[in-house]
């Protein structure tokens, strides 16, 4: 079946060291698309209504910045979209494929080879070290099929400022190294999308900006599709595009930053 393609007038930007390129008239290839997504929550006889009709297309490439207030239905939207919790109702496209149409094991090896996960915990396994926590997603990835992947494993190391922490355990690193790790690991195989709760939730400022630095990075580097859960507007300011959430539904959807910039430098 043929991908879908976002309708609205389509223009790619990119980053090239903070300058903007405008590429106008290409279609972009819609990799995640969210229809009529509703969660409900039946907790004793109360039922909580975390979504309540969501419609969110994401195209190749993008990096979206999700905000709203605590209990809005941000995490709740993440699972999801990631395909680890099911919609009440609703469908989720990733990448041409229903989601929710898919057996479980399915489901599973979708999430594995299409979906990186990045969360506030950086949950790295504490017994092996920053190269062997990537080798582990490698092997799992590839159904334990071998392979030497610690070249490609030490160059994205190495591309997130972690060449002379290889060998570190994570009780060896900093919350920002660990986090870095857990980002490369989220991306080791390149997956379709990128899905972050809340990155830089338990970092310091210094330790955020680097993180965010290496969001964008990748983001330029290898188009990684991103979509980041944020309270913080500083965090927002660096994606494409800021979706805001109020009540369980988009209140707002802000306009493509990248595209009025995009604007401007013609003027
Ligand atoms: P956010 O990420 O924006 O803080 P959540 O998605 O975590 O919001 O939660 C949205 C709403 O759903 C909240 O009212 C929350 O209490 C409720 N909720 C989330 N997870 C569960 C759950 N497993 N069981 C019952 N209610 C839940």
């Not at 060291?17 to 106008?24: E, V, Y």
Request: glycine share 10%; charged share 25%.
């Amino acid at each position: 079946m043929e991908a879908p393609f976002c309708e609205h007038k389509e223009v790619k930007v990119c980053y090239d060291n903070r300058r903007i390129i405008l590429h106008g008239g290409s279609r972009l290839k819609t990799i995640l698309e969210a229809k009529g997504v509703t969660k409900v929550y039946r907790t004793g006889r109360v039922d909580v209504w975390a979504l309540r009709g969501i419609d969110l297309n994401v195209s190749q490439g993008e990096f979206v910045a999700i905000m709203g207030p605590s209990g809005c239905g941000k995490s709740t939207l993440l699972h999801i979209l990631g395909g680890l919790t099911p919609p009440s109702k609703g469908e989720v496209w990733l990448d041409g494929v229903n989601i929710g149409a898919l057996s479980d094991a399915e489901r599973t090896r979708t999430r594995r080879n299409k979906i990186g996960f990045v969360f506030q915990r950086f949950n790295l396994l504490p017994t092996l070290s920053a190269l062997g926590n990537l080798e582990i997603a490698r092997y799992i990835h590839k159904n334990g099929a071998g392979g030497n992947g610690s070249e490609s494993s030490r160059d994205l190391l190495k591309i997130l400022g972690l060449e002379n922490k290889l060998r570190s355990k994570p009780i060896e690193m900093s919350g920002g190294e660990q986090q870095r790790v857990a980002l490369a690991r989220a991306v080791i195989n390149r997956p379709a999308i990128l899905l972050a709760d809340e990155p830089t939730g338990n970092l310091d400022s210094e330790n955020s900006q680097t993180v965010l630095h290496m969001l964008q990075d990748l983001n330029t580097r290898f188009n990684q599709t991103i979509i980041l859960i944020t309270h913080n507007p500083e965090v927002a300011a660096v994606a494409h595009r800021l979706v805001e959430m109020r009540d369980g539904k988009i209140h707002d959807r802000v306009q493509d930053v990248t595209y009025h910039a995009a604007e401007e430098s013609f003027l």
